[in-house]
């Protein structure tokens, strides 16, 4: 009964104000009421009675309290959608940084398994030819299992696209094989070294090769890479010839993959064209393993590695070297497509620092001082050539961009 007394007391009180407030107001408009005396609208204000406009000043009033409380709910409807929204998001648009992070950590942390089982099973099996084939092999048996999941679902290739991915995978086949042999013949610290050197043969076909003119600040930031490269070989303890000269190859061959690539890209994900490139590197590998080592394998090789480690561990080392290869260059190239250049850049530097770091203490390679200063100069290098060239990509992108609009 209050509360009803109340809103009695307030009706009375917004009539009161609002009579007071129309006489008020009449009085206010009657010196000027000349001008609208014959107008129509004043006309029609003036027939309308006290109650009458009483009945309209409350319908007002209803009315805005209703749309106020409809613009309460729209807002609270609103605020319910964003929190749905917000519920709903996957745990990797909530937290990308964290994913990220993540994805590196798994890129580099395959990467180092990689290579240190990868040399272990070299210290008792010495046949790089043939465990490069099984890296392959085991990779192209995931894909296939993967495809016949639909995880992911094949995508069609056509006599063009092969034709495109066919020098690729040439250029992998033997970029593949001959880091196996360099890494086979010495330590896998020097070999990663050796391979610091990429980025020089890269910059020296893209200006000879294919014409592109390398600027000055690239070139220059490349000679502390050779110099480093340089003193580290002088006085290696594990250096010989075959494991120098065949990381030399394998540096020749990713830069002209790297090129071939770039002429073969296409819209199919990289997931569909690592496997297809797995599969054609397989074809391009088989020959020489079975030409160049085929004979030893047959007549002692295998008989060797199982008396020193039993045929259950040689099978299981070469199935997870084979596995362990293909997942972390997968897991590379997704951790990859999720950064700008710059980010890339600098992951691709320190996997190889991780990887030279991990091998030195797992293995107990003893290094010259010599040694550990080139190896230290020439990373040095490899870093600020990928960041200069990140920076000038992404200003490229940038002045394209703004090109276009």
Known sequence: MASISNLSIIHQSRSSSFHKLHCTSHRNVHPISNHLEFSPLH????????????????????????????ADAEGHEIELAKGFVESNKSFSEKFPALVTGFFFFTWYFLNVIFNILNKKVYNYF?????????????GVVYC???????????????????????????????????SNVSFAAVAV????????????????????????????PLWLSLAPVVLGVSMASLTELSFNWTGFISAM?????????SIY?????????STNIY?????IALLFCLPPAIVIEGPQLMQYGFKAAIAKVGLQKFLSDLFWIGMFYHLYNQVATNTLERVAPLTHAVGNVLKRVFVIGFSIVVFGNRISTQTGIGTGIAIAGVAIYSLIKANMEEEKRKAAQQHES
């Open 43 to 70: 006309k029609k204000i003036a027939s309308l009675k006290t109650p009458t406009l009483l009945k309209l000043s409350h319908r007002l009033s209803d009315f805005r309290l209703v749309k106020a409380a409809a």
């Open 275 to 279: 496997a297809y490139i797995s599969i």
């Open 126 to 138: 010495p046949y790089p030819y043939f465990v490069s084939v099984i890296h392959l092999l085991v």
């Open 261 to 269: 690539s770039k002429k073969a890209m296409t819209g199919m994900d």
């Open 189 to 216: 610290s020097f070999t990663h070294t050796i391979k610091a050197l990429e980025p020089f043969f890269s910059a020296a076909a893209s200006q000879f090769v294919l014409g592109h003119q390398i600027p000055l």
């Open 144 to 178: 296939l299992i993967s495809w016949s999941l639909g995880l992911p679902k094949r995508a069609p290739i056509n006599k063009e696209l092969l034709g495109l991915l066919t020098p690729v995978a040439a250029c992998h086949a033997l970029g593949h094989v001959m």
């Open 249 to 257: 190859i394998s540096n020749i061959s990713f830069t002209y993959r």
